[in-house]
Structure formats: structure tokens, C-alpha cells
């Protein structure tokens, strides 16, 4: 079974600095979907951003980026320019690409909790 | 475009009783996801509905159940309630099952049962 890994449970950066948020993840497949989601205190999860396994090329979002190791099955968010609207609860998530019933959820890390500090 | 929405926002039942907790989706999509969210734990599948049957389950027992309507909307009905059902219970809609391009959630409902 999948399991996805957040060794961080609190980090806390500067305004304006640069934050990076760990995930690793075990999985035997070789298709599948990474997501980081953030939930701020009105517990909407929002999606910050995507990656495909078969795509190379880091995804980025303006300010959020990942560095995406697949043989090491890691997959850290950075955020540039921290903002105090980043502060949140973040998650990292993993999606098979297999269409069968039970591969149709996301598999959740416990989150990193993020401040920032004015 | 309306988001998902879900009702109520918070709940409190009694052990034993049921509960019904109510999700619409984003226009456009056609799938629903409900996932339970116990504090400071990740969210946890419960099962995903599509084209009004469940096409998707996690580990939960059968006094989980679930409804989609021809909108796409979606029930979430627990039975039975016992204490460790207390969680925040998230509702997800996507343009398809796959879920590709990820999913939009709505902001909960906290449900205490005491």
C-alpha cells in the first residue's frame, strides 16, 4: 500500500524568505499524481499544485515550486517571497493514475504546519 | 463558478444517533469524494461517488453510506454514531474519477459526537 510522509510537523519562516516543506512517499507504481494542498484556519483544503510522475519537469505555481525526485520517491514544495497568507497547514498527497476502485483517493501525509513571522 | 459547498458547518450528536451531512459540488464536475479528517491527522477516504453509485471505498464500515443525485450533489450518512466519529468531514468534487487535475473541497463540517 501507498504511503505518503511528512517529517516536519512545524515549520515557521520570515516574511519574504524562502521555505521548503519535505514529503516523501513509497509506492510500487510507476504512473501517479502528487498534490501539495494547504488548509488555513477555515479548513477549506485548496490546492497549491500538481505534479505528474511521468512529467520531469518541476511544476510551478508564481511562488511555489517542487523539486520532484522520483527514484527517491521525494517531493518538497518551496515557496519563494513568503507571505503572511501562506501561513496554513500543508499537505502533501499522493493519487494512483490506475483507474480501479480502490485507487480512486488521495493518500495523505499528517501535514506540516506553517508560520510566518512578520 | 460556485464552489463546493457543504451544510452544516458544525454539528453535535449523541452516540448512536445518525447523521446526515449534505455536499454540492462544483459546476462542472461530476464526481464526489468524502473524506474524514480527524484533528491533527490527514483526511481519510471514506468513498467516491460517480454517475450516482459509489465507485470507490476506503476502510470504513458499511454504517458509512453515502447518495448522489442527478445534480452531482451528495449525502454523507453515518449510523450508529460512536465518539471516535468526531472529525472534520470534508466533501471533494472533480471533473471526472480520475481526478487528474486534482479536486476542489468544500470547507467541512465538524461533527462532535458526545
Known amino acids: 500500500a501507498q504511503t505518503v510522509t511528512q517529517s516536519q510537523p512545524e515549520m515557521s519562516v520570515q516574511e519574504a524568505e524562502t521555505v521548503t516543506l519535505s514529503c516523501t512517499y513509497d509506492?510500487?507504481?510507476?504512473?501517479?499524481?502528487l498534490f501539495w494542498y494547504k488548509q488555513p484556519p477555515s479548513r477549506q483544503m485548496i490546492l497549491v499544485i500538481r505534479?505528474?510522475?511521468?512529467k520531469q519537469q518541476n511544476a510551478t505555481e508564481n511562488r511555489f515550486s517542487v523539486n520532484f525526485q522520483k527514484a527517491a520517491k521525494s517531493f518538497s514544495l518551496k515557496i519563494s517571497d513568503s507571505q503572511l497568507g501562506d501561513a496554513a497547514m500543508y499537505f502533501c498527497?499522493?493519487?494512483?493514475?490506475?483507474?480501479?476502485?480502490?485507487?480512486?483517493?488521495?493518500?495523505w501525509g499528517l501535514g506540516t504546519s506553517l508560520a510566518v513571522n512578520p | 463558478e460556485t464552489g463546493v459547498t457543504q451544510s452544516p458547518t458544525h454539528l453535535i450528536k449523541t452516540r448512536g444517533q445518525q447523521v446526515t451531512l449534505r455536499c454540492s459540488s462544483q459546476s462542472g464536475h461530476n464526481t464526489v469524494s468524502w473524506y474524514q479528517q480527524a484533528l491533527g491527522q490527514g483526511p481519510q477516504f471514506i468513498f467516491q461517488?460517480?454517475?450516482?453509485?459509489?465507485?470507490g471505498r476506503g476502510n470504513f464500515p458499511p454504517r458509512f453510506s453515502g447518495l448522489q443525485f442527478p445534480n452531482y450533489s451528495s449525502e454523507l450518512n453515518v449510523n450508529a454514531l460512536e465518539l471516535d466519529d468526531s472529525a472534520l468531514y470534508l466533501c471533494?468534487?472533480?471533473?471526472?474519477?480520475?481526478?487528474?487535475?486534482?479536486?476542489?473541497f468544500g470547507s467541512g463540517t465538524r461533527l462532535t459526537v458526545v
Open positions: 461517488y460517480y454517475r450516482e453509485e459509489e465507485n
Open positions: 498527497a499522493y493519487r494512483s493514475a490506475a483507474d480501479a476502485g480502490n485507487n480512486r483517493k488521495l493518500i
Open positions: 471533494a468534487s472533480s471533473f471526472s474519477p480520475t481526478a487528474n487535475y486534482g479536486y476542489t
Open positions: 505534479q505528474e510522475a511521468y
Open positions: 509506492t510500487s507504481e510507476s504512473d501517479y499524481y
